[in-house]
Structure formats: C-alpha cells, structure tokens
T-cell receptor
Framework: AQTVTQSQPEMSVQEAETVTLSCTYD???????LFWYKQPPSRQMILVIR??????QNATENRFSVNFQKAAKSFSLKISDSQLGDAAMYFC????????????FGKGTKLSVKP | DAMVIQNPRYQVTQFGKPVTLSCSQT?????MYWYQQKSSQAPKLLFH???????NEADTPDNFQSRRPNTSFCFLDIRSPGLGDAAMYLC??????????FGQGTRLTVV
C-alpha cells in the first residue's frame, strides 16, 4: 500500500530559527509529485512547496526548502528564519498510483513558533 | 482572483436531516475533489470528479453523494447525517495530477 508517514505530531521552533519537518513515503512509482501543504487554524490549506521526483534538484520557495532523498523515500521540509505566521499544521502529501490528482496525506505535524 | 469557494463556511444540521454543501471554482480545473477532515486528522478523500466521470472511494459511506452539474460547481450531499459525520469538508480542484487548490472548507455540525 502507498503510504505517507509524518513521525513528528508536534514541533516547536523559536522565531527566526530553522526547523525541519520529516516525511517518508512508500511508492513503487518512479515519477511522481510530492507536496507540503500548510493549514493554519481555521484557515484554508495552501501549497507550500512541490517536488517532482524526476528532478534531482531540491525545490526551494523563499524560506522553504526540501531535502528530497528519492532512494530513501524521504521528503523533509526545512523552514528557515521561522515567523509567527508559520505556525500551522503541515501535511506531506503525494498522489497514489493511478491517481487522477487525488492525494494521500500524512497525519500532519503541528508547528508552533515561539516569539 | 481565481479560487475555490465553499458555501457555507459553517453548517449546522439536525441528525438525519439531508444537507448539501457546495463548491465552486474559477480555475477551470477538470478535477474536483471532496475530502473529509476530522479534528486533528489528515484529510480523507471521499470522491472526485475527473471531468464528468465520478470516482467514489471504496470506503466512502453510501450516505455521501456528489453532483457536478458543470465544470465550475460541485455539491456534496449527505442524505442522513449522523453524529459521526461532523467534520470539516474540504473541496479541492486540480488540473490532473498536479497541485491541488483547496477551498476554505465547510465545518459541519450535527445536532
């Protein structure tokens, strides 16, 4: 079965510091997308960053970057210079085999940012 | 701005009384999804439309149905809501297997 595992239910980071959220997944596919989504309390889920598996270069979006290890099936999210607005649930997700776009989500990591 | 809009944001319904949640999109995406998200859990896919083709997840209860009258609109019908159906319902769209765009969600309370 294709799965996504986020082993850190909660994480905390000091404002302006760096934090890394972990994600591992299982798939037999060779080409696929991986996503990190952010869901602030009572607000909509938004895409943080996307990685295409055939690309060796790690994706970066401003303060957000990923460490994609395809062989290890690992896809961690690094948030640099953390801000109070980064506090949210973070979900790792990917489309399962045969997907038309639907996603399998990890259980999420709740990130708190301390001032 | 192009977006995904869900109405209402909050819905209170009585146990067993049919309820309909709506979703509209201005992105012209061909795929629309309905996810159920219970408190502190990951979203769980209920079903999705690829164009007009309806795709039901195997474990989605028969109590849940959906309609997509056109590209822009999609509805989630809960025929007889139970207390266990109280959740956040998320609508999302995509252009095939790429990035999904989510609406703000409808929080359903069953009393």
């Amino acid at each position: 079965a294709q799965t996504v595992t986020q082993s850190q239910p909660e994480m905390s980071v000091q404002e302006a510091e760096t934090v890394t959220l972990s994600c591992t997944y299982d798939t037999s596919e060779s080409d696929y997308y991986l996503f990190w989504y952010k869901q602030p309390p009572s607000r909509q889920m938004i895409l943080v960053i996307r990685q295409e598996a055939y690309k060796q270069q790690n994706a970066t979006e401003n303060r957000f970057s990923v460490n994609f290890q395809k062989a290890a099936k690992s896809f961690s999210l690094k948030i640099s210079d953390s801000q109070l607005g980064d506090a949210a649930m973070y979900f790792c997700a990917f489309p399962p085999w045969g997907s038309q776009g639907n996603l399998i989500f990890g259980k999420g990591t709740k990130l708190s940012v301390k001032p | 701005d192009a977006m995904v809009i869900q109405n209402p944001r909050y819905q209170v319904t009585q146990f067993g009384k049919p309820v309909t949640l709506s979703c509209s999109q201005t992105l012209n995406h061909n795929v629309m999804y309905w996810y159920q998200q219970k408190s502190s859990q990951a979203p769980k896919l209920l079903f999705h439309y690829y164009d007009k083709d309806f795709n039901n997840e195997a474990d989605t209860p028969d109590n849940f149905q959906s309609r997509r009258p056109n590209t822009s609109f999609c509805f989630l019908d809960i025929r007889s809501p139970g207390l266990g159906d109280a959740a956040m319902y998320l609508c999302a769209t995509s252009r095939g297997p790429g990035e999904a765009f989510f609406g703000q969600g409808t929080r359903l309370t069953v009393v």
